[in-house]
């Protein structure tokens, strides 16, 4: 089993910074690719971006791709997103999520059931 955590969320003005953090334990890998979600209020949830044991990064083709830059530090079995600009539109719960699967196409690493082990969400608030 794998236990991921999300931390560093909170309320942030418009065109500001937050840095989300997903700490991992249990039966770590650094092969393990670990993703980005997120999940608006009545909306379904969201791929954001995914980041290969080896570093290689897949990101949604919609409005993040430039603003969000995702992570990971193999050693401290952490990930993390780093996101610039922000926008009202960003406003979500944040999830991470790890699978002992590596993807190279977006196709597979967009999709929620690719992956076994979910955080419990941290929530991201943007004010206009």
């Known amino acids: 089993q794998v236990q991921l955590v999300e931390s560093g969320g909170g309320a942030v003005q418009a065109g500001g910074s937050l840095r989300l953090s997903c700490a991992a334990s249990?039966?770590?890998?650094?092969?393990?690719?670990m993703s980005w979600f997120r999940q608006a209020p009545g909306k379904e949830r969201e791929f954001v971006g995914a980041?290969?044991?080896?570093?290689?990064?897949?990101y949604s083709s919609g409005s993040v791709k430039g603003r969000f830059t995702i992570s990971r530090d193999n050693a401290k079995n952490t990930m993390a997103l780093q996101m610039n600009s922000l926008k009202p539109e960003d406003t979500a719960v944040y999830y991470c999520?790890?699978?002992?699967?590596?993807?190279?196409?977006?196709?597979?690493?967009?999709?929620?059931?690719?992956?076994?082990?979910w955080g419990q969400g941290t929530q991201v608030t943007v004010s206009s």
């Open positions: 980041i290969r044991g080896s570093g290689g990064t897949i």
């Open positions: 999520a790890a699978s002992l699967s590596t993807y190279y196409s977006s196709t597979a690493a967009s999709r929620p059931d690719s992956y076994a082990y």
């Open positions: 249990g039966r770590t890998s650094s092969s393990y690719t």
